[in-house]
């Protein structure tokens, strides 16, 4: 039996309806590329500590990105795609410090035994949006040739024409390859719905537009963001006004 484990790291904040489409379309290809295999996905939040959140991120509660995160897999859950399992997993918020990516993966291959079994097949893949994938590729990141040499990729591209069109994903994949510079397995994914992102979804929380956000979040996180009264209150407003008047002096 192969064995295919997905590192998925982010802020989450909020999880959106295109990360459940993003992890579907994700399953479907690996399992087109390892026939019959058993897929795995990690959902690995970022702690706070790591320190590119935006303002909007850091007045949100720890407690509160953990919850929706759980709203959304027990939805992934409930699609019952086959040979399909979800993790959440708190290797990066329950370390001392904030974590570099390859440190990440390696607290997570330890915790689970990934790669510890030798009568079965097993791969790790990096699930990384386009961007970011640029940006390993162009020597920004901490240890990014080993991160490049031991593991596999996913990418989802931030450009939906990209993703819709074969030739161009193939392109990309050139690209990706030339710039590397040495052997790396990346795998691109195909249509991944309307792209839209977690800051928009945040915006329009603040603004409480429910309408807008029903169209962009799974209807148990919506809730949850309504009766909780995420992104908005006296404290998340005070400071998103706080860094915005530091902004415009």
């Known amino acids: 039996m ?18 459940i489409r993003t992890v579907s379309v994700m399953i479907h290809e690996l399992q087109r590329r390892h026939e019959g295999a058993v897929v795995h ?21 720890e407690y509160d990105r953990l919850e929706m995160l759980r709203l ?3 939805a992934l859950e409930q699609l019952g795609l086959p040979r399909a399992h979800f993790h959440l997993s708190m290797t ?24 510890s079994s030798a009568r079965e097949r097993e791969h790790l893949y990096i699930a990384l949006e386009q961007c970011s994938m640029q940006e390993l590729l162009g020597g920004e990141w901490y240890m990014g040739k080993e991160l490049l040499h ?4 996913i990418v989802f591209p931030s450009d939906p024409n990209v993703a819709t069109d074969v030739g161009r994903r193939r392109s990309l994949l050139a690209e990706f390859e030339e ?21 928009v979804a945040r915006r329009l929380a603040r603004t409480q537009d429910w309408r807008r956000l029903s169209r962009v979040l799974i209807p148990s996180v919506l ?3 309504h009766a909780h009264k995420v992104y908005r209150g006296d404290f998340c407003e005070g400071r998103i006004k706080s860094a915005t008047r530091k902004r415009n002096r």
């Open 2 to 19: 192969t064995l295919i484990h997905v590192w998925f790291g982010g802020r989450f904040s909020p999880p959106t309806a295109d990360h």
């Open 41 to 61: 996905v990690y959902f690995v939040p970022i702690s706070k500590r790591h320190g590119k959140a935006s303002v909007s991120e850091r007045c949100v509660s």
């Open 72 to 74: 959304e897999i027990a």
């Open 92 to 115: 990066d918020m329950d370390a001392p410090v904030a974590l570099k990516t390859i440190d990440s993966v390696q607290r997570l291959v330890a915790k689970y035994g990934i790669f």
């Open 150 to 153: 031991i593991y596999k990729f």
């Open 179 to 199: 710039s590397a510079k040495q052997p790396v397995d990346i795998l691109i994914l195909p249509a991944l719905g309307a792209g839209v992102d977690s800051k």
């Open 223 to 225: 809730e949850y963001i």
